[in-house]
């Protein structure tokens, strides 16, 4: 599972005196250099795709928590009539790939004039499925104590879902946000379906333009994935101490 890793990293760092396709493959580089990263850094504007890709997928992030969980929270905690037949509805909506709502989606972006605009980018992701079935199981495990108390003291549901809710199921937040970081920073098909102005790439699509800027180098065309690599890396290492299971229960008083 990490030697393509592996194998990516060290061809970033090799110079062009090294034959990065050697059987055995070389995995380490006899001389390395950053000058891969220096010439696409110089050469292509990754500064302006790195803060694309930073800006949609914080606001995908952001968005995407706030609608799952104010989904979420109704399909667990309340009782309305359908509420059941709601939720496998949402979960059927899992199976049915990108592929299939992708020109529906496309053309509501253009007749909603967000073409070529950041919100086109991140419409197709401002709510999911998988996030509202995740903080539902997530908002199932918090005690029904909690809920309880906080209405005795008056608060009123939206209140319960910031206050009480939404702490309790910390880990399950911290969980989606990863999960949702990464697809939207590795997305490729839809911000090349809905852009065309290269000010607003984002890093994949940069990526794939070295291809055809530098005649398949695959020098520099690694150096561009490993600069697309290392925010992500940077994330989950910021957030991973987050993911551990806590004792909701532990503010409930015997």
């Keep these: 599972m990490l030697l393509p890793l592996i194998w990516l990293v060290s061809t970033a760092f090799k110079s062009p005196n090294e034959n990065i396709f050697a059987f055995p493959p070389q995995w380490l580089p006899q001389e390395p250099t950053w000058a891969n990263f220096q010439t696409v850094w110089q050469t292509h504007p990754f500064g302006q795709y790195l803060w694309n890709s930073t800006l949609v997928a914080s606001l995908t992030v952001a968005l995407n928590l706030l609608t799952s969980s104010l989904a979420a929270y109704p399909l667990a905690r309340l009782n309305f009539v359908g509420r059941d037949s709601l939720f496998a509805l949402i979960l059927a909506t899992i199976m049915i790939p990108f592929q299939i709502v992708m020109i529906p989606l496309y053309i509501l972006t253009v007749q909603l004039g967000l073409r070529n605009t950041y919100v086109g980018v991140i419409f197709p992701a401002i709510a999911s499925a998988f996030g509202i079935f995740l903080l539902r199981q997530a908002f199932l495990g918090v005690p029904k104590e909690l809920e309880e108390a906080a209405r005795l003291d008056g608060c009123s549901e939206l209140g319960i879902w910031w206050c009480v809710m939404l702490p309790a199921v910390r880990p399950a937040l911290v969980t989606l946000a ?62 991973q101490r987050y993911i551990i299971p806590s004792e909701i229960g532990s503010g409930v008083k015997g």
């Design 178 to 239: 990863i999960f949702v970081f990464i697809g939207a920073w590795s997305d490729f098909l839809w911000p090349l379906i809905v852009l065309d102005r290269p000010e607003l790439y984002t890093l994949p699509i940069g990526v794939a333009t070295l291809a055809g800027m530098f005649s398949l180098d695959w020098r520099l065309i690694a150096a561009g994935s490993v600069i697309s690599i290392v925010p992500v890396l940077l994330v989950f290492l910021a957030l």
